[in-house]
């Protein structure tokens, strides 16, 4: 049996990675890849959450460039959150992975609302939990959805999955063949270099409650299990380097 380093977790995963080449909405094969993953983990006997975005679908910045009013596009892209975790988790039943959905807005046809004791009881039992529609209020990110809940269950770690690159880099590395890639950083460091691993009011809530963070591409199959069983992948942020 091999030894995880984290005991709870919540896997961060951008909405753009389920949309994989195709660009926009859900990529099957993707979707699948990730569930796979999250399987193994989960076989590990780690208590898993997941917070998934919306952005393979609709992006609340781009609607306010449109003219639609800020908070409007903001709980548009909320609802396009739940449209992926759905997704996620007939992914992961149709593997016999046990799931539950938990919105932040009121929608109990398809999910349950959130509620932080029984997330933690799911959790207990060997259930996935999808943490969906953000945190219920505009203008805050998916990001701060994962740093939130995170503190709120008290994980571990939050695992910062990327769809293109495989780190936190000094610059962008499509664009800048000189790009650093870090192994390690603070979180002051991603405050002041402005690297944007997630936005100032994630990194300040991961820094309040002193919570780390994994930034790592999702993309290679089995990454997730290589994270959690304490490999030396992707880019990691903590207090202190």
């Known amino acids: 049996m ?3 380093v984290y005991k709870r977790i919540v896997l961060k995963v951008s ?3 389920l949309s994989g080449d195709i660009g926009y909405g859900i990529e099957a094969s993707v979707i699948s890849s990730i569930a796979e993953q999250v399987k193994e983990v989960v076989a590990l006997n780690v208590e898993v959450a997941i917070v998934v975005g919306g952005g393979n679908i609709w992006r609340g910045i781009a609607g306010t460039a449109k003219g639609i009013d800020r908070a409007t596009a903001d709980y548009m892209g909320m609802l396009a959150t739940v449209m992926n975790s759905l997704a996620l988790q007939d992914a992961l039943e149709s593997i016999d992975v046990p799931t539950r959905v938990q919105t932040s807005i009121a929608m109990q046809q398809i999910a349950e609302p959130y509620i932080r004791r029984r997330a933690i009881r799911h959790l207990e039992k060997g259930r996935v939990v999808i943490f969906a529609a953000g945190t219920g209020n505009p203008y805050f990110s998916t990001d701060t959805t994962a740093a939130l809940r995170a503190a709120e269950i008290e994980v571990d770690v939050i695992l910062m999955a990327k769809n293109k690159v495989d780190g936190v880099y000094s610059a962008d590395p499509f664009k800048d063949a000189s790009a650093e890639k870090f192994e390690t950083l603070t ?3 991603v405050l ?3 690297l944007g691993v997630m936005d100032s009011t994630s990194t300040s809530l991961c820094m309040d409650n002193n919570i780390p963070l994994v ?7 089995g990454n997730i299990k290589r994270v959690v069983l304490g490999e030396k992948i992707g880019t990691i942020v903590k207090g202190s380097v």
């Open 2 to 4: 091999q030894n995880p």
């Open 187 to 189: 979180y002051l460091d």
């Open 215 to 221: 930034v790592f591409a999702i993309t290679e199959q």
């Open 192 to 194: 002041n270099r402005n």
């Open 15 to 17: 909405g753009e990675s």
